[in-house]
């Protein structure tokens, strides 16, 4: 069974840095891109970045360009957000989630999600 | 960058109902498409991807179609378990972007 679970979230203040983690288990992690996507309190979803299973092509949102960075693990199964510069409007739960189709015929769809880290950005 | 509009943002419906949402891209995408369904306090989980494919577990009274620009998730006969909020997200390019969302709701 895919399992993603994600860490790393809690009360920041702006301006200040937090990382993410994503622990993935049940699929063979290297093969797979995966995503950051957040949602504001009682707010729509929104796309943060996406990094393909290699590593080699990242893409991010313009609202997080330059603040925040993926990265993965392969050997550690595990997907991360360096989120730094944090504002205000940042405050999300975080979510990761999985490409359902390896490698070159990756889709871009999500599936499945994680349950989400609560990031918090105030003084 | 694509523009994904929902609509409606809201509908109240019975037990039943034949529910329709739709989703209308900016610009042409061919079947980009992916329809999720969102619970309160849950992650979202994916119904239909590439416009009109179910994916696995999902009840077949959930129906997705529509091609280029504008796109529609119909539920056939609504479940007392289907009232949730459900999203669209275009695939096609980067930004990758999703509508504002619809929440169905009980009459």
């Known amino acids: 069974e895919v399992q993603l679970v994600e860490s790393g979230g809690g009360l920041v203040q702006p301006g200040g840095s937090l990382r993410l983690s994503c622990a993935a288990s049940?699929?063979?992690?290297?093969?797979?891109?995966m995503s950051w996507v957040r949602q504001a309190p009682g707010k729509g979803l929104e796309w943060v970045s996406t990094?393909?299973?290699?590593?080699?092509?990242?893409f991010y949102a313009d609202s997080v360009r330059g603040r925040f960075t993926i990265s993965r693990d392969n050997s550690k199964n595990t997907l991360y957000l360096q989120m730094n510069s944090l504002r205000a409007e940042d405050t999300a739960v975080y979510y990761c989630?999985?490409?359902?189709?390896?490698?070159?015929?990756?889709?871009?769809?999500?599936?499945?999600w994680g349950q989400g880290t609560l990031v918090t950005v105030s003084s | 960058d694509i523009q994904m509009t929902q609509s409606p943002s809201s509908v109240s419906a019975s037990v039943g109902d034949r529910v329709t949402i739709t989703c209308r891209a900016s610009?042409?995408?061919?079947?980009?498409l992916a329809w999720y369904q969102q619970k309160p306090g849950k992650a979202p989980k994916l119904l239909i991807y590439?416009?009109?494919s179910l994916q696995s577990g999902v009840p077949s009274r959930f129906s997705g179609s529509g091609s280029g620009t504008d796109f529609t998730l119909t539920i056939s006969s609504l479940q007392p378990e289907d009232f949730a909020t459900y999203y669209c997200?275009?695939?096609?390019?980067?930004?990758?972007?999703f509508g504002g969302g619809t929440k169905v709701e009980i009459k």
């Open positions: 989630a999985k490409d359902p189709k390896p490698r070159s015929a990756a889709t871009n769809w999500f599936d499945p």
């Open positions: 049940g699929f063979t992690f290297s093969s797979y891109a």
């Open positions: 990094i393909t299973g290699s590593g080699g092509s990242i």
């Open positions: 610009q042409g995408m061919s079947s980009w």
């Open positions: 590439a416009a009109s």
């Open positions: 997200q275009q695939a096609n390019s980067f930004p990758l972007t």
